[in-house]
Protein backbone atom coordinates (compact mmCIF):
# COMPACT_ATOMS: atom_id res chain seq x y z
CA UNK A 1 0.00 0.00 0.00
CA UNK A 2 0.98 3.53 -0.52
CA UNK A 3 0.55 6.05 2.45
CA UNK A 4 -0.85 9.19 0.51
CA UNK A 5 0.89 12.45 1.74
CA UNK A 6 3.19 13.81 4.35
CA UNK A 7 2.65 15.42 7.37
CA UNK A 8 4.57 18.95 7.60
CA UNK A 9 4.20 21.06 10.75
CA UNK A 10 1.28 18.83 12.23
CA UNK A 11 -0.32 19.02 8.28
CA UNK A 12 -0.90 16.35 6.04
CA UNK A 13 0.06 17.56 2.84
CA UNK A 14 -0.20 15.56 -0.95
CA UNK A 15 -1.45 12.75 -2.55
CA UNK A 16 -5.10 11.92 -2.61
CA UNK A 17 -6.36 13.94 -0.06
CA UNK A 18 -9.84 12.51 0.38
CA UNK A 19 -8.31 9.17 1.65
CA UNK A 20 -7.65 10.81 4.39
CA UNK A 21 -10.63 10.90 6.35
CA UNK A 22 -11.82 13.32 8.67
CA UNK A 23 -14.21 11.69 11.61
CA UNK A 24 -16.81 13.87 13.66
CA UNK A 25 -14.36 14.23 16.85
CA UNK A 26 -11.88 15.78 14.14
CA UNK A 27 -9.31 12.61 14.45
CA UNK A 28 -7.86 12.82 10.38
CA UNK A 29 -7.53 8.48 9.30
CA UNK A 30 -3.95 8.22 7.22
CA UNK A 31 -5.12 7.55 3.53
CA UNK A 32 -3.76 5.14 1.54
CA UNK A 33 -3.67 3.56 -1.96
CA UNK A 34 -3.88 -0.21 -2.57
CA UNK A 35 -3.76 -1.72 -5.48
CA UNK A 36 -4.43 -5.85 -5.62
CA UNK A 37 -5.94 -5.85 -8.28
CA UNK A 38 -4.46 -3.29 -11.57
CA UNK A 39 -5.38 -2.10 -14.99
CA UNK A 40 -8.63 -1.13 -15.92
CA UNK A 41 -9.81 -1.35 -19.71
CA UNK A 42 -12.22 1.54 -20.03
CA UNK A 43 -10.10 3.75 -22.19
CA UNK A 44 -11.42 6.97 -20.53
CA UNK A 45 -10.74 10.91 -21.50
CA UNK A 46 -12.34 13.80 -21.33
CA UNK A 47 -12.88 17.50 -23.00
CA UNK A 48 -12.40 20.47 -20.64
CA UNK A 49 -13.59 23.51 -21.99
CA UNK A 50 -10.72 24.99 -24.43
CA UNK A 51 -11.16 21.40 -25.92
CA UNK A 52 -8.17 19.74 -24.80
CA UNK A 53 -8.77 15.80 -24.34
CA UNK A 54 -7.11 14.67 -20.62
CA UNK A 55 -6.35 11.09 -20.24
CA UNK A 56 -7.18 9.06 -17.27
CA UNK A 57 -4.70 10.17 -15.24
CA UNK A 58 -4.26 6.38 -13.88
CA UNK A 59 -3.07 5.68 -17.29
CA UNK A 60 -0.49 8.00 -17.62
CA UNK A 61 0.87 6.78 -13.84
CA UNK A 62 0.88 3.14 -15.20
CA UNK A 63 2.22 4.07 -18.74
CA UNK A 64 5.05 6.79 -18.00
CA UNK A 65 6.13 6.43 -14.24
CA UNK A 66 5.44 2.94 -13.30
CA UNK A 67 5.94 0.90 -16.42
CA UNK A 68 7.45 -2.00 -15.04
CA UNK A 69 4.48 -2.55 -12.75
CA UNK A 70 2.47 -2.73 -15.94
CA UNK A 71 4.46 -4.56 -18.52
CA UNK A 72 1.37 -5.40 -21.10
CA UNK A 73 0.19 -1.84 -20.35
CA UNK A 74 -3.03 -0.17 -18.34
CA UNK A 75 -5.52 -2.17 -19.97
CA UNK A 76 -4.08 -5.79 -19.14
CA UNK A 77 -5.42 -7.28 -16.08
CA UNK A 78 -3.05 -7.86 -13.15
CA UNK A 79 -3.77 -9.53 -10.23
CA UNK A 80 -0.95 -8.71 -6.85
CA UNK A 81 -1.52 -11.86 -4.72
CA UNK A 82 1.31 -10.71 -2.59
CA UNK A 83 -0.45 -7.07 -1.94
CA UNK A 84 -3.66 -8.20 -0.98
CA UNK A 85 -3.17 -8.82 2.98
CA UNK A 86 -1.71 -5.26 3.05
CA UNK A 87 -4.47 -3.72 4.66
CA UNK A 88 -4.12 -6.14 7.49
CA UNK A 89 -0.18 -4.50 8.38
CA UNK A 90 -2.27 -1.11 9.22
CA UNK A 91 -3.49 -0.82 12.64
CA UNK A 92 -4.04 1.95 13.13
CA UNK A 93 -8.05 3.06 11.12
CA UNK A 94 -7.23 4.33 8.05
CA UNK A 95 -9.42 5.65 4.91
CA UNK A 96 -7.78 3.22 2.02
CA UNK A 97 -8.78 3.83 -1.74
CA UNK A 98 -8.91 0.28 -3.00
CA UNK A 99 -8.57 1.10 -6.61
CA UNK A 100 -6.67 3.98 -7.44
CA UNK A 101 -5.18 2.03 -10.28
CA UNK A 102 -8.23 -0.46 -11.80
CA UNK A 103 -11.54 -0.93 -11.51
CA UNK A 104 -12.74 -3.82 -9.40
CA UNK A 105 -15.95 -3.78 -10.45
CA UNK A 106 -14.65 -3.67 -14.12
CA UNK A 107 -16.13 -7.02 -15.98
CA UNK A 108 -12.97 -8.33 -16.96
CA UNK A 109 -11.66 -9.04 -13.21
CA UNK A 110 -12.74 -12.45 -11.96
CA UNK A 111 -14.86 -12.99 -8.97
CA UNK A 112 -12.21 -15.40 -6.97
CA UNK A 113 -9.79 -12.54 -7.39
CA UNK A 114 -12.27 -9.88 -6.23
CA UNK A 115 -13.36 -12.46 -2.90
CA UNK A 116 -9.72 -12.39 -1.61
CA UNK A 117 -10.14 -8.69 -1.43
CA UNK A 118 -13.41 -8.91 0.13
CA UNK A 119 -12.34 -11.04 2.45
CA UNK A 120 -9.83 -8.80 3.36
CA UNK A 121 -12.02 -6.04 3.68
CA UNK A 122 -14.74 -7.42 5.84
CA UNK A 123 -11.25 -8.68 8.08
CA UNK A 124 -9.54 -5.41 8.53
CA UNK A 125 -12.99 -3.30 8.76
CA UNK A 126 -13.48 -5.71 11.72
CA UNK A 127 -10.00 -5.76 13.13
CA UNK A 128 -8.94 -1.98 12.79
CA UNK A 129 -11.96 -0.49 11.67
CA UNK A 130 -10.61 0.68 8.28
CA UNK A 131 -12.73 2.26 5.68
CA UNK A 132 -12.44 1.34 1.66
CA UNK A 133 -13.10 3.76 -0.94
CA UNK A 134 -14.32 1.93 -4.67
CA UNK A 135 -14.43 4.04 -7.20
CA UNK A 136 -15.81 2.52 -10.39
CA UNK A 137 -16.82 3.59 -14.52
CA UNK A 138 -19.04 0.30 -14.40
CA UNK A 139 -21.58 1.06 -12.02
CA UNK A 140 -23.34 -2.22 -12.83
CA UNK A 141 -20.59 -3.94 -11.69
CA UNK A 142 -21.75 -2.99 -8.15
CA UNK A 143 -24.40 -4.90 -8.02
CA UNK A 144 -22.56 -8.05 -8.71
CA UNK A 145 -21.23 -8.61 -5.18
CA UNK A 146 -22.32 -8.37 -1.43
CA UNK A 147 -20.37 -5.24 -0.23
CA UNK A 148 -19.84 -4.67 3.16
CA UNK A 149 -20.74 -1.41 5.40
CA UNK A 150 -16.68 -0.39 5.33
CA UNK A 151 -16.91 -0.19 1.29
CA UNK A 152 -18.00 3.45 0.18
CA UNK A 153 -19.39 2.41 -3.44
CA UNK A 154 -18.63 5.34 -5.84
CA UNK A 155 -19.16 6.09 -9.14
CA UNK A 156 -17.41 8.51 -11.51
CA UNK A 157 -19.28 10.71 -13.39
CA UNK A 158 -19.55 9.49 -16.97
CA UNK A 159 -16.59 10.38 -19.32
CA UNK A 160 -16.29 11.66 -22.92
CA UNK A 161 -14.61 9.30 -24.57
CA UNK A 162 -15.48 5.39 -23.41
CA UNK A 163 -13.29 2.17 -24.94
CA UNK A 164 -11.81 5.14 -26.47
CA UNK A 165 -15.10 6.14 -28.67
CA UNK A 166 -16.50 9.50 -27.68
CA UNK A 167 -20.06 9.05 -25.77
CA UNK A 168 -22.97 10.57 -27.44
CA UNK A 169 -25.54 13.12 -25.95
CA UNK A 170 -28.20 10.12 -25.13
CA UNK A 171 -25.33 7.65 -24.14
CA UNK A 172 -23.73 9.94 -21.45
CA UNK A 173 -27.35 10.71 -20.10
CA UNK A 174 -28.03 6.73 -19.59
CA UNK A 175 -24.95 6.16 -18.07
CA UNK A 176 -25.46 8.80 -15.57
CA UNK A 177 -28.75 7.84 -14.91
CA UNK A 178 -27.99 4.73 -14.49
CA UNK A 179 -25.22 5.06 -12.26
CA UNK A 180 -27.44 7.19 -9.97
CA UNK A 181 -29.71 4.76 -9.89
CA UNK A 182 -27.77 1.97 -8.78
CA UNK A 183 -26.02 4.04 -5.70
CA UNK A 184 -29.84 5.01 -5.19
CA UNK A 185 -30.60 1.32 -4.74
CA UNK A 186 -27.43 0.98 -2.37
CA UNK A 187 -27.87 3.44 -0.29
CA UNK A 188 -31.15 2.68 0.30
CA UNK A 189 -30.37 -0.70 1.54
CA UNK A 190 -28.75 0.56 4.66
CA UNK A 191 -28.98 4.33 6.02
CA UNK A 192 -25.22 4.16 6.73
CA UNK A 193 -24.10 3.06 3.51
CA UNK A 194 -21.88 6.13 2.08
CA UNK A 195 -22.56 6.14 -1.95
CA UNK A 196 -20.55 8.82 -3.61
CA UNK A 197 -19.64 10.21 -7.24
CA UNK A 198 -16.25 11.52 -8.43
CA UNK A 199 -16.90 14.03 -10.57
CA UNK A 200 -13.57 15.19 -11.71
CA UNK A 201 -12.76 16.25 -14.12
CA UNK A 202 -16.52 18.30 -14.58
CA UNK A 203 -16.75 17.89 -18.05
CA UNK A 204 -20.86 18.55 -18.30
CA UNK A 205 -23.70 20.53 -16.13
CA UNK A 206 -24.48 17.06 -14.15
CA UNK A 207 -26.74 18.94 -11.84
CA UNK A 208 -30.38 17.83 -13.40
CA UNK A 209 -29.60 14.12 -13.22
CA UNK A 210 -28.23 14.56 -9.35
CA UNK A 211 -31.70 16.52 -8.54
CA UNK A 212 -33.59 14.19 -10.26
CA UNK A 213 -32.01 11.33 -7.73
CA UNK A 214 -31.89 12.95 -4.49
CA UNK A 215 -30.51 10.33 -1.84
CA UNK A 216 -28.38 8.54 -4.69
CA UNK A 217 -25.15 10.77 -3.28
CA UNK A 218 -24.13 10.90 0.32
CA UNK A 219 -20.60 12.19 -0.47
CA UNK A 220 -19.39 14.31 -3.90
CA UNK A 221 -15.97 14.77 -5.05
CA UNK A 222 -15.37 17.80 -7.48
CA UNK A 223 -12.06 18.26 -9.45
CA UNK A 224 -10.95 20.11 -12.38
CA UNK A 225 -9.00 18.10 -15.47
CA UNK A 226 -5.29 17.19 -15.31
CA UNK A 227 -2.49 16.32 -17.87
CA UNK A 228 0.62 15.61 -15.87
CA UNK A 229 1.03 18.93 -14.10
CA UNK A 230 -1.58 20.62 -16.55
CA UNK A 231 -4.41 22.11 -14.53
CA UNK A 232 -7.40 22.09 -17.06
CA UNK A 233 -10.40 24.11 -15.24
CA UNK A 234 -13.92 23.70 -15.67
CA UNK A 235 -16.95 25.56 -16.82
CA UNK A 236 -17.77 27.88 -13.38
CA UNK A 237 -21.74 27.10 -14.17
CA UNK A 238 -21.05 23.73 -14.93
CA UNK A 239 -19.59 23.48 -10.87
CA UNK A 240 -21.97 26.47 -9.46
CA UNK A 241 -24.60 24.28 -10.34
CA UNK A 242 -23.89 20.80 -9.09
CA UNK A 243 -22.86 22.28 -6.25
CA UNK A 244 -26.62 24.57 -5.79
CA UNK A 245 -28.25 20.75 -6.27
CA UNK A 246 -25.50 18.87 -3.80
CA UNK A 247 -26.42 21.46 -1.41
CA UNK A 248 -30.01 21.43 -1.27
CA UNK A 249 -29.82 17.71 -0.62
CA UNK A 250 -26.91 18.15 2.30
CA UNK A 251 -24.82 16.31 0.61
CA UNK A 252 -21.10 17.03 1.72
CA UNK A 253 -18.72 17.98 -0.62
CA UNK A 254 -14.78 17.96 -1.14
CA UNK A 255 -13.21 20.08 -3.72
CA UNK A 256 -9.71 18.27 -5.39
CA UNK A 257 -6.64 19.94 -4.38
CA UNK A 258 -6.61 20.82 -8.54
CA UNK A 259 -9.97 22.57 -8.43
CA UNK A 260 -8.05 25.50 -6.25
CA UNK A 261 -7.05 28.09 -8.55
CA UNK A 262 -10.32 28.32 -10.15
CA UNK A 263 -12.42 28.21 -6.94
CA UNK A 264 -10.19 31.35 -5.55
CA UNK A 265 -11.05 33.06 -9.64
CA UNK A 266 -14.87 32.28 -8.83
CA UNK A 267 -14.34 33.34 -4.96
CA UNK A 268 -16.17 29.72 -4.21
CA UNK A 269 -15.41 28.74 -0.26
CA UNK A 270 -12.81 26.23 -0.01
CA UNK A 271 -14.60 22.79 0.70
CA UNK A 272 -12.84 19.58 2.69
CA UNK A 273 -16.04 18.06 3.70
CA UNK A 274 -16.63 14.30 4.68
CA UNK A 275 -19.85 12.31 5.52
CA UNK A 276 -20.35 11.86 9.16
CA UNK A 277 -17.96 8.96 10.36
CA UNK A 278 -17.84 7.98 13.99
CA UNK A 279 -15.20 6.30 15.44
CA UNK A 280 -15.97 2.20 14.49
CA UNK A 281 -15.99 -0.12 17.64
CA UNK A 282 -13.53 -2.58 16.95
CA UNK A 283 -13.87 -6.28 17.46
CA UNK A 284 -11.95 -9.33 16.47
CA UNK A 285 -12.89 -10.99 13.22
CA UNK A 286 -13.54 -14.35 13.59
Excluded at 56 to 85: I, N, T, W
Excluded at 128 to 156: C, E, M
Excluded at 228 to 241: A, F, I, L
Aim: with cysteine; hydrophobic share 45%.
Amino acid sequence: MNLQGKLINGVWQGGIEWTRIREVSGFIRRGYTWNAIKGCRHGCAWQMPDGTVVECYAKGVAERLAQAAYPRGFAAHYFDSDAVADPLSVHERAGIFMDSMADVAGAWVPAEERDQVLAVIREAGARYGHIFQLLTKAAPGLLRFDLPLNVWPGVSSPPDFFNDVRVGAFQRANRMERALGILLSLALEDPSRVTWMSFEPVSYDWSAFVRQMPGALRWAVIGAGTNGSTVYDPQETHVRNLLEVLDQQGVPVFFKGNLRRAAQRWGLAWREEFPAVDTPILKEAA
